[in-house]
């Protein structure tokens, strides 16, 4: 019933909000962190016209896992599989060096499933549309260029999933001279 896609979603938010509540994004304003899930759930909804109650949960709870600590177990038993699932393939293995976790993620792209697909494409747009306002806290010039020519060989292997999400991406990748 739709009151249960409501419920579930308000408990997704809720959630991330008090799992995220101590961390910031790392833009000049140190904008709460809870501000990126959310954003990136708008665009799905607001942009690409997505209602699919697994992948909007997904988004919401996206980051989770990788950034705090929540665990995988936690969030099946709190939200179920479906999206437990589709979290699992958007959160990098942080036990990794981080040069090998960017490197999975060019490789993971093209076999991911279409729900993840959808949210790592948001995702991906919400950061660059930062990094367009403004470089990170500590970043040179450099290494947002490389953040952005990164971005466009997972976005790469993305593609063929959400179209208007794909346009705004190429948009920027346009502007910034990747294509
Ligand atoms: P990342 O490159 O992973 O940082 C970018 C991530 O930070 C984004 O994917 C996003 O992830 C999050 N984020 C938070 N705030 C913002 C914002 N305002 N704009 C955009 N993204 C934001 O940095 P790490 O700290 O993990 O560093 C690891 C990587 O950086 C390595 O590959 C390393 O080689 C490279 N590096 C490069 C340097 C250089 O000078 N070229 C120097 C040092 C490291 P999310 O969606 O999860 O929030
Ligand atoms: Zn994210």
Request: hydrophobic share 35%.
């Amino acid at each position: 019933a739709q009151g249960d896609v409501l419920i579930n979603l308000i408990e997704c938010v809720d959630f991330a909000a008090i799992k995220h509540r101590n961390q910031r994004r790392k833009d000049s304003d140190s904008t709460p962190y809870i501000n990126h899930p959310i954003g990136v759930a708008r665009i799905l909804t607001h942009e690409a016209g997505i209602q699919d109650i697994v992948i909007l949960q997904a988004a919401l709870l996206h980051d989770t896992v990788e950034d705090t600590d929540t665990t995988f177990e936690e969030l099946e038993k709190k939200f179920g599989k479906a999206v437990t699932k589709v979290v699992r393939e958007v959160t990098d293995d942080k036990s990794l060096p981080s040069e090998e976790r960017k490197r999975l993620q060019i490789v993971h792209a093209p076999t991911s499933s279409p729900e993840a697909k959808a949210v790592k494409l948001a995702d991906k747009l919400y950061n660059l549309r930062d990094l367009c306002k403004g470089t990170p806290r500590g970043w040179s010039s450099k290494r947002c260029e490389e953040y952005f020519k990164w971005s466009k060989k997972v976005v790469d292997g993305l593609r063929g999933t959400c179209p208007i999400i794909e346009s705004e991406l190429d948009k920027i990748f346009t502007a910034k001279g990747l294509m």
